[in-house]
């Protein structure tokens, strides 16, 4: 070996160990989060914390004067009804987009939609909420004579505008993953292309189409900037879709900042970070599982 | 199997670029300027509500004395002193006065209470939209609005017709609760130990509940009257029914008759000295005290001014 193959063999260890490095550090970070808000809100939970206000009650009152109250039933009525409202428009739309693009249409189209669906992904939450605040609000209340345009309505028609293009884009590729011979088959069996898509292609590629919308349910609730300028930042159980709400995102991010650390309203917060990361594991965990069970047949 | 040995320095230079980049502007507490000098800094937050002010003040400061710069953030009252316990900042603003647990707090941190300064006073407005017939409102109605257990819910209850057929539920605006004018109109409309009535909209900013109103036939909402814009209605307010009602302006403000007033507060750690008692001294002069009255705010009056001689 001359010197400069030694050199090489150095290095190549050298870039495979930061590569390898790489790779591991995604599950040290999710641990390491993990680790971290249940350290923090933690503390909480094990001294006389009040399971039942917690989950059952609609008053949050974190700076009340006289009666402090962890009450997060609306705030989590907040979070779901905007969530389902969201996948009501988003699922439908998204899985229809999915189905042109990955059936009807020709490539050069083709193209051209999955890049504009791709940027449509890449507008910053913020200025999905500036379009809620400025542009929804108004027309919500001219449209439905509602006395607010933030409410249900709103946050649920911005989250669905979010959603889309993840589910789009997965949904494509569950179709994509439907082997063409299906198609042949069925086609030569003198099946019409809507009998085609509604008897062949969707019972086929269900579990992707799942997954998709699952996957579409996590961005929505997670999602925080855009919610918090649109559905108004009201404590609500909500009785319409022109009803403000709150979700447990946003009470985080307006809150946390001004909560001092350590304090009982901090670790509350962190409390509802827990939950929330239970929600989204749970929804992808179920994805993931899904997304398995089609890869396998 | 030789490859060119270009990748990974390749690698190893755009690390290095990436971290020079990072390494780039310093974060010091002093600036160099452009011929060598040193900047001092006067790190500055706190108060939405003064926000603007202290904005214009350290603008207006930069020309007057170009050796000092005055960095200003707000983020709220509670933030403000919150920075000002953990010493990160010299100056704290504040819509509210510091309670004692945050005094103990600063002296157990810092070994040093907080100073406070008057810098000027502030009426909190309640504006309403344009559309909204009603003139005036007693104090006793706002808390019927805003308390946890009042009865008003409709435009209706206070014998007002909105226009339009949506319109005759009341939308309370409100403020997120690290706002200092969260915790004043509280104190002022419902008093020390009573709640907000879920359901309020709390929204970020002064500016913010403003501009909501103005697009909002039904709501009612509170900000300093420096907010105000000709496209909200300001309220003249009663102390109780059959009280005159009076409109927030410098004379009622300062007269205490216009009964949601306060005082606009900065804070420092003791004392101040140096660059920060300067500042604060160039605050209460004729100038610093016009700016204030620039931004909607009322002046303190000569004869309160603190002596802030070096």
Redesign the interface.
């Given at each position: 070996m001359t010197k400069?193959?030694q050199?090489?063999i150095i290095?190549e260890w050298?870039?495979e160990s930061v590569i390898r490095l790489c790779g591991v550090s995604a599950i040290l970070f999710v641990f390491s989060i993990f680790f971290f808000v249940f350290r923090e809100g933690g503390a909480v939970l094990f001294k006389h914390f009040k399971f039942g206000e917690f989950f059952f009650s609609?008053?949050?009152?974190?700076?009340?004067?006289?009666?402090v109250r962890y009450g997060t039933l609306?705030l989590v009525a907040g979070t779901f009804s905007v969530t389902a409202l969201a996948m009501v428009i988003a699922v439908p739309f998204g899985i229809g987009a999915a189905i042109f693009v990955s059936e009807f249409c020709g490539p050069k189209l083709k193209e051209t939609l999955k890049i504009v669906i791709e940027l449509l992904a890449a507008i910053p939450s913020v200025v999905w909420g500036f379009i809620g605040l400025t542009v929804l609000?108004?027309l919500i209340?001219r449209l439905?004579?509602?006395?607010?345009?933030?409410n249900v309505l709103n946050g649920g028609v911005i989250l669905a505008l979010m959603s889309v293009p993840i589910i789009v884009s997965i949904g494509e590729d569950a179709l994509k993953a439907v082997p063409d011979s299906y198609r042949e088959a069925a086609l030569a069996l003198g099946a019409t292309r809507w009998q085609l898509i509604y008897r062949v292609l969707l019972p086929a590629a269900k579990n992707g189409l799942l997954a998709a919308g699952l996957l579409g349910v996590a961005r929505a609730v997670g999602e925080t900037m855009a919610v918090l300028m649109a559905t108004?930042?009201?404590?609500?159980i909500p009785t319409s879709l022109l009803d403000?709400v709150?979700t447990l995102t946003a009470t985080i991010a307006?809150?946390l900042?001004?909560a001092?650390v350590h304090s009982d309203h901090y670790r509350v917060l962190f409390v509802i970070g827990i939950l929330l990361f239970l929600i989204t594991t749970a929804v992808n965990l179920t994805a993931d599982l899904i997304i398995r069970g089609v890869r396998k047949k | 199997m030789r490859r060119p040995a270009a990748t990974p320095s390749l690698v190893a230079a755009s690390l290095l670029a990436v971290g020079l980049l990072l390494a780039g502007p310093g974060c010091g507490g002093n600036k160099s300027t452009t011929n060598g000098h040193k900047k001092a800094v006067i790190q500055n937050a706190g108060s939405d509500t003064l926000v603007n002010v202290a904005q214009a003040w350290a603008e207006e400061y930069a020309e007057v004395e170009p050796t000092v710069s005055v960095e200003v953030s707000g983020g709220g009252s509670g933030t403000g002193i919150a920075a000002l316990i953990a010493g990160t900042v010299d100056i704290a603003n504040s819509s509210r006065h510091v309670t004692p647990e945050e005094a103990a707090r600063a002296k157990q941190n810092t070994g040093k209470e907080p100073v406070e300064f008057v810098v000027g006073y502030d009426a909190l407005a309640i504006f309403v939209n344009r559309a909204n017939p009603l003139e005036e409102i007693t104090i006793g109605q706002i808390a019927e609005i805003y308390a946890e257990k009042g009865r008003y819910t409709r435009w209706s209850d206070l014998g007002v017709q909105l226009p339009g057929k949506g319109g005759d539920k009341i939308i309370r605006v409100s403020r997120q609760s690290n706002s200092g004018t969260y915790h004043f109109f509280r104190e002022a409309i419902l008093g020390k130990k009573a709640d907000f009535r879920l359901g309020s909209l709390d929204l970020h900013g002064s500016k913010e509940v403003v501009e909501l109103i103005e697009r909002t036939p039904g709501a009612i909402g509170y900000s300093g009257m420096g907010y105000a814009t000709p496209r909200v209605k300001m309220l003249r307010v009663a102390k109780q029914p059959g009280a005159p009602s009076v409109l927030p302006c410098a004379e009622s403000t300062l007269n205490g008759s216009y009964p949601i007033a306060r005082p606009l507060l900065m804070y420092t750690l003791g004392e101040p000295t140096g660059h920060v008692r300067q500042y604060l001294r160039w605050i209460y002069s004729d100038a610093g005290q016009q700016r204030l009255a620039q931004c909607g705010y009322v002046p303190v009056p000569p004869e309160r001014r603190p002596r802030l001689d070096s």
């Open positions: 400069r193959g050199r090489e290095l050298l870039i609609p008053e949050w009152y974190p700076s009340s004067p006289s009666h609306a609000n108004p209340i439905f004579d509602a006395p607010i345009g933030l108004g930042h009201a404590i609500n403000p709150r307006a809150e900042g001004e001092p | -």
